[in-house]
Structure formats: C-alpha cells, structure tokens
C-alpha cells in the first residue's frame, strides 16, 4: 500500500520521464557530465583533492604490491599437505627460548627419513660447489644448489623441461645423480636437452638426469633455516647420500651447542650441530595427528635411550605456519604498508573536508534544483557520483605515482624482493577501485549535507 | 579577544572543526614516529664500524676442485694455496697490506660464539658474553685500519692455521674494548686469560682495539654489536676471503688488478664480479633497507604535512567565503583588519590544539604498537613535543593566507546581500 503511495508521488513529481529504467541510466550520465564539468569549476581545490587521493592511493599500491609478494603462499596447492617436523636436540637451556632449533642434526634426520612415516618425505641442505665448463677455456663458475632425496620434485611440484627427477633407489643406491635448473644449462650447454650428459660438480662428475623449467618459489619456504626466503633461483640438485658421502658441507647455515668437540667429519655428524631441513607431505589430518605421535614416541625413546636429558619437544609447521614462525615477511614491509594506509586515510579525511567545502558552496544551486522538484535521493546521487568522478582522477594520477613508485622500490628493498614488486593488470584495477570506491565512501557525508540543504533558505537568501 | 564568540560559530560549523582536528591528530600521529623511525636510523646507519673505510676492498673466492680441509695433508695444501694467493697480493704496486680473514664488519657472515671467565662454561649460560670472531693475520690491523689501544698486535710468529671445522686451541687473542671493558671491568685486560666456546683451554688477551663492529648487522646482532675478537689464525677451506689496503687513491687500479694476479696463481677458481668489492658497496648493501625506510618516510612525511596544510587552507577559505557578510559587519561595527586576522588565527589555534590533544595520545599509540610488533624502542618526549610545535606552526601557517583575504573584506559588504 505504502509503497504504491511512494511511486505516485514520485510519478507526479516528474511527469515527463517515461520509463524508470532509462530514467536513471540518462541521469546518471547526465551526473557524470556535470561532475566532470564541475571538476573544472574550482581548479585548486579540484587540484588539491586529485593530488591527495592520487598520493594516497599510489603509497598504498606500492607497498600494497611488495607486501603482497612476500607474503604471498608460495605453493598454494599444498601448502597445506607439507610439513616441517622439528625435533629439540638442545634441551631446555639451549634451544630457542622453548622453541627446538629450526633444523636437524644429522642422526635426528636420517632417523626421521628412515622411519618413512609419511606419504612422501625429503631432507636437504644447501651446496655452495663450482662447475668447469668442459671443452672450452671458459673460467670455473659457481654452482649453488641443495643436496635432496628423491621425493623432493615430487612433493614441491618441480617442473621439468627435460628428464625428470631420480628414484628412491638412486637414493640407496647413493647415486651420481644430479638435476640442474635451466639457467645453468643454458650457460654450459646452450639450453640443449643436457639429460646424460656429464658434468664436473666441485671435482666430482655427476649424470644429469633432468633440467628443472624455470622453478624458483618465492618465499623459499623449504630452506628458511639458510636462506632469506629470496635468493636467486637454485642451479643444482644433488642426491643427498651421495653428498654426504663426498663429505661436502653446507654451503649454507649451520648452529651448534656446548662445547664443540668433533674433529672428523664422522664426529660432525654425530654432533648436536644442525644444518639438515626436513620435510614431509600428510595428505589428512588423521596424518597429520598420527605423524606428530611418531614424532613425540622418537623423541620419548630418544629420552628413554639417554640421547636427550629432556621431555619430547616436537612441532609439525605447515607452510604458511611455518613462514609466519620464521618472520619471512620483512618488518620494512609491514612498516610501510601501516604507514602508507595511515597516509591513505589522512587524505581520505582531507577529501571528505575539501568536498564539503566543494559542495556546500553549491547551496544556491543545490536550492534552485530542490526547488524545481528534484528529491533529495536524485541530489545525494548525483553529488556521489560527482565524487566518483574525482576518485577517478585520482586514481589516474594514483596509478601513474604507482608505475613510479613500483620502479622505485628498489631504494626501500633488497633487489631480490624489489624485484617482485610488479605493476600488473590486478594492480592496475585495484588503483582505480581503490580510488574510486574511496573517494565516493568520503563523499556519503558531504553528499548527505548537500542533499539536506533547505530549498527554502537558499531561495530566500539569494 | 573574546574565545566565546569563535566557540560559538564553531559549533555551526561541526563537520568542518572534527574534520581539520582529525586529520591534524592522524598527521602528528603518523608524522611523531616517522620522523622517530628516520633518527633511529640514521643513528643506526652513522654508527663507526671502526675500521677505516677508505682504500680497503675484500676479495671473496672460491678454488675448484681444491683438496678436502677434512684430512690433515688437504689441509696444508690449501694452506700453501691460501699463502700463495697473499704473497701475490702483497706483491702488487698499489697495495699496502693483505690480510686473510673469514668476514668484515656488515657482511653478513658471521661466525660467532661465547667467552666466559671460566673453563668449561656452557654455550648460552650465564657469565658468558657473545662476541663474533674475526680469524686472520699479523697484518690484520695494519690491513684494517683498527687502532690498538692496549697490549700488542699479532706477529708472523703468532699466526696459525687450521681447516674451517677444526677444534684447535686459541692461545691468545685481540678484543675490542666494550668486550674488555665487559670481561674485566676492572683494570687492564692485557694479560688476562678466557675462554671461548666453552673450551677448557686458556686465550690470553694480548691486545685491545678501541672499536670493531661484528659483521651482522641486522637487529639480531644488537646485543653484541662492538664485541668482536681476532684469533690468529689462517681458516683453510675450499672458500678464503684477503681484506686488502690499497694506498690513497689507488683503489680502482689495485681491485682491477686482483683477477688477472689470481688468475696467474692458479686458474681453478670462481673469481666473478661480485667476488672483489670495494667496502663502501658492502656498507651500502648492509644498511639498504636502513636508508630506504629513512627516504620513504621522510617523503610521506612531506606530502602528509602538504596535504594537510592544503587542507586546512581549503577549508578555511570555504569558511572565510561563507562569512563574507559577517565579516563585512564587524568591520561596520569598528573591528580592526587585525581583529578579523586574529580571530581566524585563534580560530586554528583551538582546532589544532584540540588536534593535537587527540594526535599526542594517537602518536603514543601507534608508537605502542610498533613496539609490540617491531623492534621499536618508546618514543622520546623530544620529538613529540617538537611534533605538536610543528603542527601548530603548519596550522598558523596555512591559515594565513585564507585570513588575510578575510581581514582584506571591507565594510561595506555589511549592506549587500550575500
């Protein structure tokens, strides 16, 4: 009943306009006409507005586009499948604040791969080796790369340009197996199918049997323990038993507690120095949960044989926990990104002040219009959507800082992070949502104010 | 002047006065700790490493197909090849002095352990101080341009070597005088004994330099900063690093010397571009970050204060053309030019001053917060309170323009209708 009521007085206030739908579209356009001719009407205070949305919202895409690098999922298909299993080998005084140390030692990882607990399982530590080109005068290279058990490719989803990864039984078998990346060989062998050939790795030959596509996940979740979370792409990739035996050691990190007494590398194996990450896949919490048993009964019987003078201190991350437990995301990052929001907001507060000003100085006009019989409802919009038009400017001018700014960051940034920072097309939308929606959320209350101007005063007054 | 009257008519103009004090108290807020967080670094980027910086360059490199630093014989071999590589070095025209050592300050490499007074001490308990250790040669100081305060430096007749994983005693040793200082707060700690990494053999102290800095220089490394030690000891691995000194000026022409001398030593090595670096390059990449979050705050700073003074100006303009009758009438009614000014200006005054009220406890807050997330330390009542003169400063400054042109109305706009 109400309702029928509210339509006939609207009927009766604009007679002339046909049919509802068109009504709106050509009004709407006809908003967007006098909004874009009225961005003109107060060049400074147009200016003003323009310049503090294009500057807000350029500061947050920057930062935007650099936080949303490195914190994004770097394996989002099975992050949550991997896991990293800890096992405290320090006891209370000596591990990290309650938390077992982020590695292995060697026993407490052979131990965990032997045990085979888990669908698939890996462990690896990272080579620093040299390579000799052959057949040419060429001067030695580096070689930068891990030494890993077969499951790796399978459970990190390595993709392959030629040949493939090793077997189980090249593991046992402590093989000369080795992969290489693309990058490598391009450089030795001019991007030829290289599967079978020999390559000379820190004095030692090694068969290749499979050259990785570019692969270089980012953060690099399986080695935090070594690296950052942003090193250069991996060149090489070594059977794990076979680097052990030629005793090569980490190229990358390695901690130790007490005194240190080893003086062979037997002695150093056996030592309570880690340098080994493990890794496992468990498809099903009911794996998950019967994994973490096995892990507290290993190092239950650990106690029991007098290894570990302590209670079992175990954990089992999965990726994402395990980058938040790690802290990859850099503190510069958060920073910036809370910085950049707060600027973002102080020029939203300014814009809501400037249109204000901006509309309210219409009164007479918006009077004249009320007069005429426009309802509130046409008025709030048609100031709304002059506000979009302004966000839209903004975004304009936001989106050129942006390009700047994201080929800038270099300054703030480490190369290897700036570099992901990148002006892609979701970027490019977001600038102009962003600047627009904002810009018109600012615009409710000034609106609101310009919709409620009395018609009556202003006629009167002028 | 009367504060009544502005009170009043800024009731009227509610959205307006809540809006210029917000962003005045969200800019004071952002801009107290930016500007905290570019001291701090600065402070942190400034800080002497104590070496002297100038003519000195580090070579990082790698042999291929060396012998194993695991058995006694591979060992003396690769010391033979790490001594061939320095007597080369030593020979060129424009260096002064070479020494082996494992890493320099602000690598980012380090090797660090504890020292205790006592033998035997466990890694990590207590009366232990960690220190990083810095293992070279007698031309060590020489090389890095450390200055000895007390005790002696090294001599060729002190320096050993061993492989890069070996366990061997450490009979003497130089530290830094904050690490003295902290060992043995009481008298000269030339002469007196010990002990590293929980060893139960004895260094003596032979020597103290005034200052060197660890090589990490991220926060983790906070604690220990100044404590470093030098062993006299040549590392042999498949890897060695040589600190150079190159004579003033010269250090160009003796970096581009580096390869082709190493190379005629002996081909089978990995010497690339990122192996010889000036110390300048390694100070740079260390603090990056450190310089980058100072300019991007610094330019956030900058445009916030722009925005907001702009604001602030278009705000009061809207005001001072909404007022122009009123205005016209207290001129009418004998108010002075300076009247008309002075009520603008405390007009801001009150408005910033309400903005600053709110800003100081939103700048605390954010601070707060920051220190619970980061680390941050409290922010220092200095910088607020020059925060707040600042804002107030802005606000007077922004208004003046917009106030002059009120105070240039003539009375006659009284009579004509608005």
């Known amino acids: 009943m109400r309702q029928s009521h509210g339509s006939r007085a609207r009927r009766f206030s604009a007679p002339r306009i046909p049919s509802p739908d068109s009504r709106t579209l050509s009004m709407l356009a006809y908003y967007l006409q006098l909004g874009l001719r009225s961005l003109r009407r107060n060049p400074a205070l147009t200016t003003l507005m323009v310049m503090a949305i294009g500057f807000g919202v350029a500061a947050s895409m920057i930062t935007w586009s650099v936080f949303r690098a490195v914190s994004g999922n770097p394996i989002p298909g099975k992050s949550a499948q991997l896991f990293t299993p800890q096992v405290d080998g320090w006891g209370p005084q000596q591990n990290l604040k309650g938390e077992p140390a982020e590695a292995l030692g060697y026993v407490d990882a052979m131990a965990l791969l032997r045990a085979h607990q888990a669908k698939r399982q890996t462990l690896l530590y990272p080579l620093r080796l040299s390579v000799i080109p052959q057949g040419s005068r060429e001067l030695p290279l580096n070689a930068d790369g891990y030494a890993v058990t077969a499951d790796f490719f399978a459970m990190f989803e390595v993709p392959f340009r030629y040949g493939g990864g090793w077997s189980a039984q090249d593991d046992e078998a402590r093989g000369s197996e080795v992969v290489i990346s693309s990058k490598l060989n391009q450089k030795l062998f001019g991007g030829a199918d290289s599967v079978g050939r020999t390559i000379g790795l820190g004095g030692h030959d090694f068969r290749i049997v499979g050259v990785v596509s570019h692969w270089n996940p980012r953060p690099r979740f399986y080695d935090l323990f070594s690296t950052s979370g942003f090193a250069d792409e991996p060149d090489i990739y070594m059977v794990f038993n076979r680097a052990l035996d030629l005793q090569m050691r980490t190229g990358g990190r390695n901690s130790c507690r007490g005194s240190i007494s080893y003086t062979s590398w037997q002695g150093y194996l056996q030592s309570n120095c880690v340098w080994v990450t493990p890794w496992v896949e468990l498809d099903s919490p009911a794996d998950v949960a019967r994994y973490h048993r096995f892990l507290e009964n290993y190092a239950a019987d650990q106690q029991r044989a007098g290894r570990f003078g302590w209670a079992a201190n175990v954990r089992l991350r999965d990726v994402m926990q395990w980058l938040d437990y790690e802290h990859v995301v850099p503190p510069e990052s958060r920073i910036a990104l809370v910085v950049a929001l707060g600027f973002f907001l102080i020029c939203l507060v300014n814009t809501i002040g400037l249109l204000l000003a901006k509309f309210m100085r219409r009164a007479g006009e918006i009077g004249v219009r009320r007069a005429l019989g426009a309802t509130r409802r046409e008025i709030y919009t048609q100031y709304l959507v002059e506000a979009g038009t302004v966000g839209l400017a903004g975004g304009v001018l936001g989106l050129l800082f942006t390009a700047l700014g994201v080929s800038g960051v270099g300054i703030l940034f480490q190369p290897e992070i700036a570099r992901l920072a990148r002006l892609d097309l979701s970027l490019v939308g977001l600038t102009f949502v962003v600047a627009i929606l904002a810009t018109v959320a600012a615009a409710f209350y000034p609106a609101w104010r310009a919709a409620h101007v009395q018609p009556a005063w202003q006629l009167k007054s002028s | ?418």
């Open chain 2, 1 to 418: 002047m009367k504060l009544h009257p502005i009170l009043a008519a800024l009731r009227k103009h509610k959205a307006g006065t809540v809006l210029i004090a917000l962003q005045i108290a969200l800019t004071l807020a952002i801009v107290c700790n930016a500007v905290f967080i570019i001291g701090q670094r600065i402070e942190r980027v400034n800080r002497p490493t104590g070496l002297d910086e100038s003519n000195l360059f580090l070579i990082s490199q790698q042999w291929v197909g060396a012998p194993s630093a695991d058995t006694p014989d591979g060992v003396e071999k690769l010391d033979a090849m790490q001594r061939e590589d320095l007597a080369a070095l030593r020979q060129l025209p424009d260096v002064v002095s070479v020494a082996p050592i494992n890493s320099i300050p602000l690598l980012n490499s380090s090797w660090t352990g504890s020292v205790s007074l006592k033998p035997g001490a466990q890694l990590g308990g207590k009366g232990n101080t960690r220190t990083a250790y810095y293992f070279t040669d007698e031309q060590a100081l020489s090389t890095l341009g450390l200055r000895l305060v007390a005790g002696r430096a090294f001599t060729a007749g002190d320096v050993q070597h061993q492989g890069f994983r070996d366990q061997r005693e450490r009979p003497i040793a130089i530290i830094t005088r904050q690490l003295a200082d902290k060992l043995f707060p009481q008298g000269s700690a030339v002469g007196k004994v010990m002990y590293t990494d929980g060893s139960s053999a004895p260094t003596t102290v032979v020597g103290v330099v005034e200052r060197l800095q660890i090589p990490a220089s991220g926060s983790w490394g906070n604690e220990f900063v100044w404590n470093s030690t030098l062993i006299p000891t040549r590392l042999d691995a498949n890897f060695a690093r040589y600190a150079v000194r190159t004579k003033p000026g010269r250090l160009d022409a003796a970096m581009r010397a580096v390869a082709p001398v190493l190379y005629k030593v002996n081909p089978l090595r990995v010497l690339d571009d990122d192996s010889v670096k000036p110390f300048d390059e390694i100070r740079a990449k260390a603090y990056r970050a450190d310089r980058g979050m100072a300019v991007l705050m610094g330019v956030v700073c900058l445009i916030l204060l722009c925005v907001t003074a702009a604001g602030i100006v278009g705000l009061t303009s809207f005001w001072v053309g909404q007022r122009h009758r009123q205005i016209g009438v207290r001129r009418a009614l004998g108010a002075r030019k300076a009247d008309i000014l002075h009520y603008f200006q405390i007009e801001n005054l009150l408005i910033a001053g309400a903005g600053v009220v709110i800003g100081v406890l939103l700048a605390v807050g954010l601070n707060l917060w920051l220190m619970t997330h980061y680390e941050m330390s409290r922010i220092p009542l200095p910088y607020v309170l020059t925060g707040v003169l600042a804002m107030l400063a802005m606000g007077q400054a922004a208004v003046f323009v917009p106030a002059r042109r009120a105070s240039n109305v003539p009375p006659v706009e009284a009579t004509r209708a608005a």
